[in-house]
């Protein structure tokens, strides 16, 4: 490899496998009995919160990684390419069996989950000069599994399903609002079966995979500039594809008069006239009415006590569904911290009997390029979006 010098000056291949258990803890061997305080014709009264499974076994997970680490030009560009393929099997996954066992699931070594993805990191010396030095580094990743045994696989359960990410987002195709009568409308599934009404309600066939919750790329970066006594230095973050839902979550509830029920069925909480007197956002007056029936961001108000309209009779009402409409890509682009540094020449400190006095500003998490309409990107979902926040500093050395 001499005749590659000094182009590439430090060259390592890494490869390793193995395999781990895991004991699931969860699921005991032996029947277990749970002792209450509770009494019963004077007999101490108890339960038995799992079914046991003598024949359960070890989760096994196949590990393989090859990574290559490689210098150019004297490490002046440096960096790391991981790729790593992880299979685990034998999951313990919870299967229905009959209810006369006293049980309605079980824990078996039923699942399989395949885990995949490629990691790299560079390092780039653009400026290594005396008084200017500039450096930039920066990683990304993707990464992505594959429940590819279930023993539901038929059954949508927590978000899982043979065949797709464990993060997976199941939900309807948003395709806008009825101009004819102010509801959400979504896409039907080519195999989608309409034989009555009825069936336009069926949550099956509206279904899609739009995604998953977890971003599958993600990275990072740094810029280091710095000039004699001056140095700036710039961090951020990327991350792309994680599909969240945003939506205000209403504690409003009909449970007390659902019995005396006269009106509508909202098809979301945006829908419903009572809930929108709540927190939401100043852009809710932006709905459907029957004088704007189009251009319109939100649907027709609905009253749950007011006339019956027969809108869910032949419109998809299932959240499982109509959250799809409040989907989005939080994909987004942040600076972390923009960080200013100065050092008073020595010259000039060793006059004042000192060592050393350097002053500081940083800036945090101040600039964020995102398509979201949520408060924050990084903490989707929350009341209040990370903390900005400035610093001033002053070090003095004795």
Same mark, same amino acid.
Do not use: C
């Given at each position: 490899?001499?005749?590659?010098?000094?182009?590439?000056?430090?060259?390592?291949?890494? !490869? !390793?496998?193995?395999?781990?258990?895991?004991?699931?803890?969860?699921?005991?061997?032996?029947?277990?009995?749970?002792?209450?305080?509770? /009494?019963?014709?004077?007999?101490?009264?108890?339960?038995?919160?799992?079914?046991?499974?003598?024949?359960? %076994?070890?989760?096994?997970?196949?590990?393989?990684?090859?990574?290559?680490?490689?210098?150019?030009?004297?490490?002046? =560009?440096?960096?790391?390419?991981?790729?790593? /393929?992880?299979?685990?099997? &034998?999951?313990?996954?919870?299967?229905?069996?009959?209810?006369?066992?006293?049980?309605?699931?079980?824990?078996?070594?039923?699942?399989?989950?395949?885990?995949?993805?490629?990691?790299?990191?560079?390092?780039?010396?653009?400026?290594?000069?005396?008084?200017?030095?500039?450096?930039?580094?920066?990683?990304?990743?993707?990464?992505?599994?594959?429940?590819?045994?279930?023993?539901?696989?038929?059954?949508?359960? &927590?978000?899982?399903? #043979?065949?797709?990410?464990?993060?997976?987002?199941?939900?309807?195709?948003?395709?806008?609002? &009825?101009?004819?009568?102010?509801?959400?409308?979504?896409?039907?599934?080519?195999?989608? $079966?309409?034989?009555?009404?009825?069936?336009?309600?069926?949550?099956?066939?509206? %279904? /899609?995979?739009?995604?998953?919750? *977890?971003?599958?790329?993600?990275?990072?970066?740094?810029?280091?500039?710095?000039?004699?006594?001056?140095?700036?230095? =710039?961090?951020?973050?990327?991350?792309?594809? !994680?599909?969240?839902?945003?939506?205000?979550?209403?504690?409003?509830?009909? #449970?007390?008069?659902?019995?005396?029920?006269?009106?509508?069925?909202?098809?979301?909480?945006?829908?419903?006239?009572?809930?929108?007197?709540?927190?939401?956002?100043?852009?809710?007056?932006?709905?459907?009415?029957?004088?704007?029936?189009?251009?319109?961001?939100?649907?027709?108000?609905?009253?749950?006590?007011?006339?019956?309209?027969?809108?869910?009779?032949?419109? =998809?009402?299932? $959240? #499982?569904?109509?959250?799809?409409?409040?989907? #989005?890509?939080?994909?987004?682009?942040? *600076?972390?911290?923009?960080?200013?540094?100065?050092?008073?020449? $020595?010259?000039?400190?060793?006059?004042?009997?000192?060592?050393?006095?350097?002053?500081?500003?940083?800036?945090?998490?101040?600039?964020?390029?995102?398509?979201?309409?949520? *408060?924050?990107?990084?903490?989707?979902?929350?009341?209040?979006?990370?903390?900005?926040?400035?610093?001033?500093?002053?070090?003095?050395?004795?």
């Amino acid at each position: 490899m001499y005749g590659l010098h000094p182009v590439v000056n430090r060259l390592t291949l890494r !490869a !390793a496998m193995g395999y781990t258990g895991n004991i699931v803890k969860s699921v005991s061997k032996d029947l277990v009995l749970n002792y209450s305080t509770t /009494y019963w014709d004077g007999l101490r009264t108890g339960s038995i919160s799992k079914a046991p499974n003598p024949k359960v %076994r070890w989760e096994k997970t196949k590990d393989m990684k090859i990574a290559l680490d490689f210098g150019l030009f004297e490490d002046r =560009v440096s960096g790391l390419v991981e790729a790593y /393929y992880r299979k685990s099997s &034998d999951i313990v996954s919870t299967v229905d069996v009959l209810s006369t066992t006293g049980f309605s699931g079980q824990g078996f070594n039923t699942s399989e989950i395949k885990n995949k993805g490629i990691e790299g990191t560079l390092r780039v010396k653009i400026l290594d000069g005396k008084d200017f030095k500039f450096n930039v580094a920066g990683n990304i990743a993707w990464n992505r599994n594959i429940l590819s045994k279930y023993s539901k696989k038929r059954v949508i359960q &927590d978000g899982r399903y #043979e065949g797709f990410p464990l993060e997976s987002v199941f939900a309807g195709r948003y395709t806008g609002i &009825d101009p004819r009568d102010g509801v959400y409308t979504y896409e039907l599934r080519p195999d989608a $079966q309409i034989y009555k009404g009825t069936d336009l309600q069926a949550v099956d066939n509206y %279904r /899609y995979y739009l995604g998953t919750s *977890i971003s599958p790329v993600t990275g990072g970066f740094n810029v280091d500039f710095s000039y004699r006594n001056l140095r700036l230095n =710039v961090g951020g973050v990327v991350s792309s594809g !994680a599909k969240l839902l945003n939506m205000v979550t209403s504690p409003a509830s009909y #449970e007390i008069i659902t019995s005396n029920r006269t009106g509508e069925t909202p098809q979301t909480v945006y829908s419903d006239l009572y809930r929108n007197h709540l927190n939401v956002s100043k852009d809710m007056v932006n709905r459907w009415t029957p004088e704007r029936t189009t251009g319109v961001k939100y649907p027709r108000i609905i009253d749950f006590m007011g006339d019956r309209l027969l809108l869910d009779q032949y419109n =998809v009402h299932s $959240q #499982e569904i109509t959250k799809g409409a409040y989907l #989005e890509n939080v994909s987004f682009l942040r *600076i972390k911290n923009i960080s200013l540094y100065y050092d008073i020449p $020595q010259s000039i400190v060793k006059s004042l009997g000192l060592t050393s006095v350097g002053f500081s500003f940083t800036m945090n998490n101040f600039i964020t390029f995102t398509n979201y309409s949520g *408060i924050d990107p990084e903490t989707p979902g929350t009341t209040y979006p990370i903390t900005r926040s400035m610093t001033l500093g002053v070090n003095v050395g004795f």
